[in-house]
Protein backbone atom coordinates (compact mmCIF):
# COMPACT_ATOMS: atom_id res chain seq x y z
CA UNK A 1 0.00 0.00 0.00
CA UNK A 2 1.23 3.90 -0.91
CA UNK A 3 2.02 5.69 1.83
CA UNK A 4 1.05 9.44 1.44
CA UNK A 5 1.31 12.63 3.81
CA UNK A 6 0.31 15.75 3.75
CA UNK A 7 2.98 18.61 3.47
CA UNK A 8 2.69 22.46 3.23
CA UNK A 9 1.94 23.64 -0.46
CA UNK A 10 4.24 26.71 0.62
CA UNK A 11 5.89 26.27 4.35
CA UNK A 12 6.32 29.18 6.43
CA UNK A 13 10.20 28.34 7.24
CA UNK A 14 10.74 28.55 3.50
CA UNK A 15 12.29 25.15 3.43
CA UNK A 16 14.52 24.95 6.56
CA UNK A 17 12.95 21.78 7.44
CA UNK A 18 11.50 22.98 10.61
CA UNK A 19 7.91 22.14 9.42
CA UNK A 20 6.25 18.94 10.81
CA UNK A 21 6.31 17.21 7.85
CA UNK A 22 10.36 17.24 7.74
CA UNK A 23 10.00 14.92 10.69
CA UNK A 24 7.83 12.25 8.82
CA UNK A 25 9.84 12.46 6.03
CA UNK A 26 12.51 11.45 7.96
CA UNK A 27 11.53 8.55 9.78
CA UNK A 28 10.40 7.25 6.29
CA UNK A 29 13.92 7.76 4.85
CA UNK A 30 15.81 6.02 7.58
CA UNK A 31 13.59 2.60 7.32
CA UNK A 32 13.27 2.72 3.78
CA UNK A 33 10.02 3.42 2.76
CA UNK A 34 8.48 5.13 -0.72
CA UNK A 35 5.87 7.69 -0.04
CA UNK A 36 3.80 10.06 -2.28
CA UNK A 37 2.90 14.03 -0.92
CA UNK A 38 -0.34 15.72 -1.12
CA UNK A 39 0.81 19.47 -0.64
CA UNK A 40 -2.29 21.49 0.96
CA UNK A 41 -2.57 25.39 0.46
CA UNK A 42 -3.50 27.25 4.09
CA UNK A 43 -6.90 27.18 2.87
CA UNK A 44 -7.40 23.67 1.92
CA UNK A 45 -6.30 22.67 5.82
CA UNK A 46 -9.47 23.87 7.09
CA UNK A 47 -11.96 22.96 4.81
CA UNK A 48 -13.74 19.10 5.66
CA UNK A 49 -11.68 17.13 3.13
CA UNK A 50 -8.51 17.70 5.42
CA UNK A 51 -10.21 18.10 8.58
CA UNK A 52 -11.60 14.66 7.75
CA UNK A 53 -8.04 13.22 8.44
CA UNK A 54 -6.71 16.30 10.75
CA UNK A 55 -9.50 17.78 13.26
CA UNK A 56 -7.52 20.63 14.14
CA UNK A 57 -6.60 21.42 9.98
CA UNK A 58 -2.79 21.01 10.67
CA UNK A 59 -0.22 18.93 8.58
CA UNK A 60 1.25 16.62 8.59
CA UNK A 61 -1.66 13.57 8.24
CA UNK A 62 0.00 9.72 6.84
CA UNK A 63 -2.36 7.54 4.67
CA UNK A 64 -1.56 4.38 4.00
CA UNK A 65 -4.42 1.77 2.90
CA UNK A 66 -7.68 2.70 5.66
CA UNK A 67 -5.81 3.85 8.00
CA UNK A 68 -5.29 7.88 8.38
CA UNK A 69 -3.19 9.32 11.11
CA UNK A 70 -2.82 12.95 12.75
CA UNK A 71 0.13 14.27 14.88
CA UNK A 72 3.63 13.51 14.11
CA UNK A 73 4.56 11.66 17.71
CA UNK A 74 2.11 9.46 16.52
CA UNK A 75 2.67 8.96 12.88
CA UNK A 76 6.84 8.42 13.25
CA UNK A 77 5.81 6.19 16.42
CA UNK A 78 3.58 4.08 13.83
CA UNK A 79 6.56 4.11 11.32
CA UNK A 80 9.06 3.18 14.38
CA UNK A 81 6.83 0.20 15.14
CA UNK A 82 6.43 -1.39 11.77
CA UNK A 83 9.06 -0.89 10.13
CA UNK A 84 12.97 -2.26 11.11
CA UNK A 85 15.74 0.63 12.03
CA UNK A 86 14.17 3.01 14.49
CA UNK A 87 13.88 1.41 17.82
CA UNK A 88 15.82 -1.29 19.21
CA UNK A 89 15.27 -5.22 19.63
CA UNK A 90 15.79 -5.48 23.32
CA UNK A 91 12.33 -4.69 24.78
CA UNK A 92 13.97 -2.12 27.30
CA UNK A 93 15.76 -0.22 25.12
CA UNK A 94 12.80 -0.13 23.02
CA UNK A 95 10.89 1.58 25.91
CA UNK A 96 13.65 3.90 26.60
CA UNK A 97 13.39 5.17 23.08
CA UNK A 98 10.06 5.69 23.33
CA UNK A 99 11.06 7.27 26.54
CA UNK A 100 12.82 10.34 24.53
CA UNK A 101 10.11 10.74 21.79
CA UNK A 102 7.45 11.48 24.55
CA UNK A 103 10.17 13.60 26.35
CA UNK A 104 11.25 15.08 23.02
CA UNK A 105 7.38 16.71 22.57
CA UNK A 106 6.17 17.05 26.03
CA UNK A 107 9.14 18.30 28.26
CA UNK A 108 11.44 19.98 25.88
CA UNK A 109 9.47 21.08 22.65
CA UNK A 110 6.89 23.32 24.89
CA UNK A 111 9.05 25.87 26.21
CA UNK A 112 10.73 25.80 22.57
CA UNK A 113 7.31 26.61 20.95
CA UNK A 114 6.96 29.54 24.07
CA UNK A 115 9.80 31.43 22.79
CA UNK A 116 9.15 30.87 19.20
CA UNK A 117 5.88 32.41 19.67
CA UNK A 118 7.35 35.10 21.77
CA UNK A 119 9.24 36.32 18.75
CA UNK A 120 7.19 35.80 16.30
CA UNK A 121 3.91 36.68 17.30
CA UNK A 122 4.40 38.85 20.19
CA UNK A 123 7.70 41.11 19.05
CA UNK A 124 5.34 44.06 18.72
CA UNK A 125 3.59 43.24 22.21
CA UNK A 126 4.98 45.85 25.01
CA UNK A 127 5.97 43.73 27.63
CA UNK A 128 7.50 41.33 25.15
CA UNK A 129 11.50 42.51 25.65
CA UNK A 130 10.73 41.81 29.65
CA UNK A 131 9.04 38.64 28.95
CA UNK A 132 11.96 37.13 26.69
CA UNK A 133 14.38 36.45 29.49
CA UNK A 134 11.96 33.95 31.46
CA UNK A 135 10.97 32.08 28.19
CA UNK A 136 14.89 31.82 27.81
CA UNK A 137 15.16 30.76 30.98
CA UNK A 138 12.85 28.21 30.65
CA UNK A 139 13.91 26.73 27.76
CA UNK A 140 17.77 26.46 29.22
CA UNK A 141 15.92 24.75 32.24
CA UNK A 142 14.92 21.91 29.76
CA UNK A 143 18.84 21.97 27.75
CA UNK A 144 20.98 22.11 30.98
CA UNK A 145 19.80 18.47 32.11
CA UNK A 146 19.04 17.40 28.38
CA UNK A 147 23.04 18.16 28.12
CA UNK A 148 24.29 16.22 31.15
CA UNK A 149 22.29 13.31 30.48
CA UNK A 150 23.63 13.38 26.70
CA UNK A 151 27.51 13.83 28.20
CA UNK A 152 29.85 12.69 25.44
CA UNK A 153 27.62 10.10 23.97
CA UNK A 154 26.63 10.30 20.17
CA UNK A 155 22.74 9.28 21.27
CA UNK A 156 21.19 9.32 23.69
CA UNK A 157 20.37 5.71 24.47
CA UNK A 158 22.94 3.87 22.34
CA UNK A 159 22.34 3.23 19.03
CA UNK A 160 20.41 6.40 16.92
CA UNK A 161 16.55 6.07 17.48
CA UNK A 162 13.46 7.55 16.96
CA UNK A 163 13.98 9.15 20.43
CA UNK A 164 16.92 10.90 18.89
CA UNK A 165 15.15 11.86 15.17
CA UNK A 166 12.43 13.87 17.57
CA UNK A 167 14.44 15.38 19.92
CA UNK A 168 16.83 16.55 16.97
CA UNK A 169 13.73 17.69 15.10
CA UNK A 170 12.34 20.01 18.02
CA UNK A 171 16.31 21.27 19.21
CA UNK A 172 16.13 22.31 15.40
CA UNK A 173 13.74 25.03 16.19
CA UNK A 174 16.29 26.70 18.31
CA UNK A 175 18.91 27.51 16.13
CA UNK A 176 17.61 31.02 14.99
CA UNK A 177 17.76 32.03 18.74
CA UNK A 178 21.37 30.98 19.73
CA UNK A 179 20.22 29.41 22.61
CA UNK A 180 21.66 25.88 21.19
CA UNK A 181 24.81 27.81 20.81
CA UNK A 182 25.10 27.91 24.52
CA UNK A 183 25.15 24.10 24.74
CA UNK A 184 27.98 22.82 22.31
CA UNK A 185 27.40 19.15 23.44
CA UNK A 186 23.51 19.82 22.06
CA UNK A 187 24.59 21.65 19.01
CA UNK A 188 27.03 18.95 18.24
CA UNK A 189 24.47 16.02 18.68
CA UNK A 190 21.80 18.33 16.28
CA UNK A 191 24.82 18.65 13.34
CA UNK A 192 25.26 14.44 14.31
CA UNK A 193 21.59 14.55 13.30
CA UNK A 194 21.77 16.66 10.31
CA UNK A 195 24.64 14.74 8.67
CA UNK A 196 22.61 11.18 8.26
CA UNK A 197 21.67 10.44 4.39
CA UNK A 198 17.99 9.72 6.00
CA UNK A 199 18.09 13.12 7.43
CA UNK A 200 19.84 15.11 4.01
CA UNK A 201 17.25 13.40 1.85
CA UNK A 202 14.01 14.65 3.69
CA UNK A 203 15.39 17.98 3.87
CA UNK A 204 15.81 18.18 0.41
CA UNK A 205 12.39 16.62 -0.47
CA UNK A 206 11.02 19.79 1.54
CA UNK A 207 13.54 22.34 0.28
CA UNK A 208 12.31 21.00 -3.10
CA UNK A 209 8.60 21.82 -2.93
CA UNK A 210 9.51 25.92 -1.70
CA UNK A 211 12.12 26.38 -3.86
CA UNK A 212 9.41 24.81 -6.91
CA UNK A 213 6.59 27.40 -5.66
CA UNK A 214 6.68 31.03 -7.03
CA UNK A 215 7.19 33.84 -4.87
CA UNK A 216 4.27 35.60 -3.13
CA UNK A 217 3.33 38.95 -4.68
Known sequence: MTITITAFERSPDGGKGLARDTRVRWALEEVRQPYEVRLVSF?????????????????????????????????????????????????????????????????????????????????????????????????????NPLAARLGDADWL?????????????????????????EFPTLAAYVARGEARPAYQRAFAAQLAVNAAQPPAG
Open 43 to 143: RAMKEPAHLALHPFGQIPTYEEGDLALFETGAIVFHIAERHPGLLPDDANARARAITWMFAALNTVEPPILELVTAKIFEADKPWCEARLPLVKDRVRSRL
Open 157 to 181: DGAFSAGDLMMVSVLLRLRPSGLLD
